[in-house]
Each structure stands twice: as structure tokens, then as C-alpha cells.
């Protein structure tokens, strides 16, 4: 690239930095807002800066202030969804925890190792991809376009790995409950 491309692309990155000075005020406004909470708002606020400052290229970037908020956007749908995630797998285990009785038994900590072997044994039984997906989807907190990129599959690709993940742990658990009937003469 010349000279002139250099100062071109320096201008451009420039004049998007200094949109995001101008609009930092409103842009946490907006965050906090949407979040409901001031310190994620602040968080993201600073992450839409960092986004700013890897971009490459900003000459096609025409409202910038749209962009910005285009950015903190999509930031904050991702943390909702994150957050959204965490509790529900909060919810679950209380759940878990609320069910059991308040003691733990050797015979109980047995019995949990035993289905956990077996969950973790019909996780295996899956495809690579299904499990690396499961993985991410479940355990990273990734949203499901996110990994769709990731892996190199279609966002309904995903979906499906994710769908015999869930129907195969489903079936392993309904098999858990029958022995647990038989064997209490339930």
C-alpha cells in the first residue's frame, strides 16, 4: 500500500475513533438501558472500543455513529445471552440441589458417579462434531451462528447436532429412570 493509502486508512480509523469519543456518553446510555445494569454497560462500552481498534479497514464505514451503535448492539445481545444461559444452568442445579435431600449418603455420591459415567459414556457415543458443538453450545455459551462459523457448518446444521445431543442424553436419562423404578419396585 503507498503513502497516501496509509494516511487514507489512518484518517478513516481516526475519524471512527473520534465518532466513538463523540457518541461514548449515548452509547453507554443505551447499554445500560438495554442491560440494566451500569457495570456490564461500562464493560461493553470499553469492548466496542477494542472492536474499533482491530478493524482493519474502516473506509466503507459510512454513519458511523450507526456502526457504533450497530456494535454495541450486537454486544449486548451476546451478553444477554450469556447471562441468560448462566441462569439457567444457576436454575438447573438449585434444582438438582433442592430435589436431593439434604444428606449425602455414600450409597447417593455412588449412585451420582455411576449416571454421570453414563451420561458422560452416551456423550461419547455421539459424533465428534455433535459433541464439539453440544460443547460449545452448552458449556462455552456460544450462540449457535457463532459456532456455525466456527465449525464451518450451516446454522440448521447446528441446530440438528445440538437436537441428538438433547434426544440421546433425553433417552439415556429415561433409561436411568426405568432401572431407578425397577429396582425401588416402583
Not at 76 to 100: G, N, P
Amino acid at each position: 500500500m503507498d503513502r497516501m493509502g496509509l494516511q487514507s486508512d489512518h484518517m478513516n480509523h481516526s475519524a471512527l475513533l473520534n465518532a466513538y469519543y463523540e457518541y461514548e456518553a449515548d452509547l453507554l446510555r443505551f447499554l445500560s438501558h438495554r442491560l440494566k445494569c451500569g457495570f456490564a454497560a461500562k464493560d461493553l462500552v470499553q469492548e466496542v472500543y477494542l472492536r474499533l481498534l482491530k478493524i482493519k479497514n474502516p473506509t466503507g464505514i459510512e454513519n458511523r455513529k450507526a456502526y457504533l451503535f450497530r456494535i454495541a448492539s450486537n454486544l449486548a445481545t451476546d451478553h444477554i445471552r450469556v447471562e441468560a444461559r448462566r441462569a439457567e444452568l444457576l436454575r438447573e442445579c438449585r434444582d438438582v440441589l433442592i430435589r436431593s435431600e439434604n444428606k449425602v449418603t455414600p450409597e447417593r455420591e455412588a449412585l451420582a458417579r455411576w449416571e454421570l459415567k453414563l451420561y458422560q459414556k452416551a456423550v461419547q457415543e455421539l459424533p465428534p462434531l455433535s459433541r464439539k458443538i453440544f460443547y460449545l453450545n452448552r458449556f462455552a455459551g456460544k450462540p449457535q451462528r457463532a459456532i456455525a462459523k466456527e465449525v464451518g457448518v450451516s446454522v440448521t446444521t447446528v441446530e440438528k447436532h445440538i437436537r441428538r445431543v438433547l434426544d440421546h442424553l433425553a433417552a439415556t436419562r429415561d433409561r436411568l429412570e426405568t432401572q431407578r423404578k425397577s429396582k425401588s419396585g416402583v
